[in-house]
DNA sequence: CAAATGTTTGACCATTTGGTCAGGATCACG
DNA sequence: CGTGATCCTGACCAAATGGTCAAACATTTG
């Protein structure tokens, strides 16, 4: 199905560099706003050379987003039935939280593509909606056994996605509000903390 | 500071169709991703004609985002410090998700904005800064009075602006997600009843 | 080494796009 | 109704951009 791994050395430092300089331009500028001389230049390559790894911008950027989606829904499949929902509930917050540090450029450029519709990911939308509707359904029965609040397993979740994207996808605003003090160096623990207690305790005092 | 109200009959009605559909074009393709003849067809006139009103793409982008920030922040400042602190954060949160459902153009325009790194809202994120500092006060307030949980303040208001606008922002996800049955008919319903639980009381049984 | 295969580039092209301009159409008003 | 201000447009332009191509340059391999 897919095209058969790069077969020299040199094709798969490239394809990398490649990737890699795609990321940065597509994450910050956005598909349409990411031009191809600004992904060679970042690459380190000319123009052209880069055409000859990948046809057409609109195939790189799809490469992008198939390896991502390939790894960004993870912690929610790690989502364990058998867990103890309150901590199982946690500790995808956290990894969620996680991502969003480790990976804020990713998180754009999905954010970017939902934004305007996801135009290139209806396929892939399609898989999203069966494993949330399963998690959803182990989510429903957690609330049925007692063990976690009556709530919309739906909406739990897009709230979960909502408030750790948020620290990737909104950092700007994060940073602005927060300032230069030693505030923002901290957000992503202190977010941990806070979020912590709000899913598991609300705001009642 | 503002140039003068428009003058003519004219230059209202056109000026109005521009903003509108600046607006929707911006908020479906981004700043770069949008075409002066895309707002020109949409706003029923010639691309000369555009520039006649607004002298540059620029330009019309600005007016929109100062238009915008203008009233976005209006519910977080009625927030009221001597109401009833659960009351006035879940009141806080209705008001966001009813712009959310409003105003979902104006929300991606400025979610866009954001994840870009927001190149041209530099000043009013200042503003941004002292408002929500202010308020930040307040809820720190109310937690030292204990009426509300023991937080960190501005993680709060993220919190709040993340789930709420998630619905405006990701709605091609959440409409995917919740498929094409009753349940994304009711999701800013559903999404109140849910947020309230949640901030409220947290998911523990 | 030499052929075959793979890599790189400068020059080039067609299209798109933000923006200009001269002049014609329309409107407000005395 | 006439005249000055406002409004509108077709034609045009320069720059940017996605993409092509032939030919030069490396690298691998028999």
Redesign the interface.
Known sequence: MAAPKPRTRIQQINIAAILEAALEVFS??????ATLDQIAAEAGMSKPNLLYYFRSKEIIHRELIDRLLDTWLDPLRALKPDGEP?AE?VAYIRRKLEMAREFPRES?LF??E?????PHIQDE??D??VL??RKAEVIRGW?AA????E??P??????I???T???A??D???C????DDA?AATRFE??A???E?????????
């Open positions: 910050q500028a956005g598909f349409r706003g309150i509930i754009r954010a970017n939902i934004l305007h519709g996801g939308m399609k999203l909606k949330v509707d609330s007692g063990k976690l609040a709530v919309d739906h909406h739990l979740i897009f709230s996605w909502a408030t994207q948020h620290y996808d909104f700007a605003q994060v602005a509000v927060l300032g505030r202190d977010a903390c806070y979020l207690q709000l899913f598991v305790n609300g705001l009642k005092p």
